[in-house]
């Protein structure tokens, strides 16, 4: 079954700090992975992809298929971090996606 | 940039009463969704449609039917509100598999709260 788990409801960490925000899943076949991000009051928006493989706002994430993790890391969190954190995944159908129970950022100053 | 309106931002209802979520997509997009966003939980799919007069059950669809007459917009009704609906309901929509791209783009989000 297709699952997407995020151990950490809430990840607290100072300014400047590395954060790494877990993500693990389980797909039986090849998975598009995916990060969202909801800010206060803002709508959940599409952080990063793992397909473009690209660093956005200093967050980057790698696919480890051998260990089937998607782990967001940035080197040194900025309070504008602070946010909640969603893994998703997608078939290659491209039809449905499936949310783990996301993680709250606290990036204190 | 891809729109993703929702009909209320608030809302409040009465047990008993039935309630209609309007979502409403501008990019042509094949796919919509709806989604119970709760603390702790995340976002759980109640019922998704990949083309018009098409919807597939999600994980939590009891208590709730949909509708998809036109391609731009997807319906969430709640037949007979109970207090457990009070939530935050999420729409999206995604290109669908007969595209390149593949995201899912939301809505702002509709605040229900059933008294």
């Known amino acids: 079954a297709q699952r997407v788990t995020q151990p950490e409801k809430l990840l607290s960490v100072f300014k400047g700090a590395p954060v790494e925000l877990k993500c693990n899943y389980s797909y039986s076949g090849s998975p598009e992975l995916f990060w969202y991000v909801q800010y206060s009051r803002q709508r959940l928006q599409l952080l990063l992809r793992h397909i473009s493989r690209e660093s956005i706002k200093g967050f980057t994430a790698d696919l480890n298929k051998g260990e089937t993790s998607f782990h967001l890391k940035k080197p040194f969190a900025q309070e504008e971090d602070s946010a909640m954190y969603y893994c998703?995944?997608?078939?290659?159908?491209?039809?449905?996606?499936?949310f783990g129970s996301g993680t709250k950022l606290n990036v204190k100053p | 940039d891809v729109k993703v309106t929702q009909s209320s931002r608030y809302l409040v209802k009465r047990t008993g009463e039935k309630v209609f979520l309007e979502c409403v997509q501008d990019m042509d997009h094949e796919n919509m969704f709806w989604y119970r966003q709760d603390p702790g939980l995340g976002l759980r799919l109640i019922y998704f449609s990949y083309d018009v007069k098409m919807k597939e059950k999600g994980d939590i669809p009891e208590g709730y039917s949909v509708s998809r007459e036109k391609k731009e917009r997807f319906s969430l009704i709640l037949e007979s509100a109970s207090t457990n609906q009070t939530s935050m309901y999420l729409c999206?929509?995604?290109?669908?598999?007969?595209?390149?791209?593949?995201?899912?783009?939301f809505g702002p989000g509709t605040r229900l709260t059933v008294l």
């Open positions: 998703a995944l997608s078939g290659r159908n491209f039809n449905k996606f499936y």
């Open positions: 999206a929509s995604s290109p669908g598999s007969l595209r390149t791209y593949n995201e899912q783009f």
